[in-house]
Every structure is written in C-alpha cells, then in structure tokens.
C-alpha cells in the first residue's frame, strides 16, 4: 500500500464547475496535510494546509479533512483554465522528521 | 530574490561524470531537503538537513552525497552519473523539521538532470 495514494486522472471538468480531488494516507498518526499545485514544468506551490479535522476554506478552494477515515480532498470552485494542473496531496507522517510524502498527483484539465 | 535558489537550472551530461548541484535559501530556515521528481512527476524525498546535520537519508545510492556548509546552503554532489539519474531535483527548506503547525515547506524551482 503506497503512503500516499491519489488518482493520477486527468479529471476534466469544465469551466466554472466544482473539481473535486481526493486523497488518502496510511500512517494513521499523520497531523499535516498539504496541497501543492504544479504546473508543468515548474516546481510546487503550497496551496493549502490543514492540521484539523473538518473544512477549511481559502478563496476558492476548500481543504477536508477526515483523519478517522484518513482522507483528505481539495475542492475548488468555479474552476478556470488557469487551475489545469497537477495537484500533489502531500503528508508529514507521525515520524516528526518533517518528511513530506506526495501522491503521484491528479492532473486536472479545466476546459473553457 | 528567490527563496529558494537552485543551480543549475539545466544540466545535460554524459554517464560516469560527476555533478553538483547548489541549493540556497534566504528565508532563514533551519532545514533543508533535496527532493527527486521522475519522469512518472512522483517526487519523493533524497535528505533533509536541519542546522547542518543530516536528520533525513532515504535508501539512495552513496554516489549522491550532500554537503551543508551552513544551514542556508545545501548542495547535492552525484558521482559516476547513470541514466536512471536522469530526473528533476528540487531543493527545499521549511522553518524547521517536524510536522507542527505551520512548518510549511518551500521549494525551489528545480534542476532538470539529463545523463545522455
């Protein structure tokens, strides 16, 4: 079971609807959560983090998190072309080394 | 300025050289990490240094080797380079290590290796 899993996709939604990514973990003492955006060919930009269970908003994305069900997604509204991308789900684990573990990435596709 | 400053930006060399990369933070971070992102985008991490010391060595060849002359600098030195090598490396730093609150990693814009 890899660490950290996402659907590689491409998940192709058109513009201006909600896209939805999700994310799931298997160290169950893991506190930090994180989604980095890459476009390609460049490097990850934080997103969005989250430490506690429940929603947690940021303009138009919206971070949940589920540790009972080790699952976090990233929702974002009124998608634009500009969001096509690949979306990292990434988690420190219970170590406390501060290693961040990534998902293979979902590749979003927005389409006008 | 960039945070997170790494280079060479590109590097094309042929199998058996050796190469370094450089990597500098100006954010007054105390930890540092060299991640490897292959031709499949997984990026997984190499090290991780905090205040110079190595706190992170994951199951990576000895022909890389790190180097931290101070905690705003960390440099990957590989030796006898393969074609597996071939990938993009970014260089990273966060406040310190640990997973609390708000230690937000940073990275750097990446070192695309190609071993021809």
């Known amino acids: 079971q890899k660490e950290v899993e996402q659907n590689s996709g491409p998940l192709s939604v058109p513009e201006g609807a909600i896209a939805s990514l999700n994310c799931t973990y298997s160290?169950?003492?893991?506190?930090?959560f994180f989604w980095y955006r890459q476009y390609s060919g460049k490097s990850p930009e934080l997103i969005m983090f989250?430490?506690?269970?429940g929603d947690k908003e940021d303009g138009r994305f919206t971070a949940q998190l589920n540790k009972a069900s080790q699952y976090v997604s990233l929702l974002i509204r009124d998608s634009q072309p500009s969001d096509s991308a690949t979306y990292l789900c990434a988690v420190i684990g219970s170590s406390n080394t501060g290693k961040l573990i990534f998902g293979q990435g979902t590749t979003l596709q927005v389409k006008p | 300025d960039t945070a997170v400053s790494q280079t060479p930006k590109y590097l094309v060399t042929q199998m058996g050289n050796d190469k370094s990369i450089k990597c500098e933070q100006n954010?007054?971070?105390?930890?540092m990490y060299w991640y490897k992102q292959d031709s499949k985008k997984f990026l997984k991490i190499m090290f991780s240094?905090?205040?110079?010391?190595?706190?992170i060595n994951e199951t990576v060849p000895n022909r890389f080797s790190p180097k931290s002359p101070d905690k705003a600098h960390l440099n990957l030195h590989i030796n006898s380079l393969e074609l597996g090598d071939s990938a993009v490396y970014f260089c990273?730093?966060?406040?310190?290590?640990?997973?609390?609150?708000?230690?937000?990693?940073?990275f750097g814009e990446g070192s695309w290796l190609t071993v021809v």
């Open positions: 989250i430490y506690s269970n």
């Open positions: 990273a730093s966060s406040q310190d290590f640990g997973g609390r609150v708000g230690n937000t990693i940073y």
């Open positions: 954010l007054g971070h105390d930890t």
């Open positions: 160290d169950r003492g893991s506190q930090s």
């Open positions: 240094y905090n205040n110079k010391e190595l706190i």
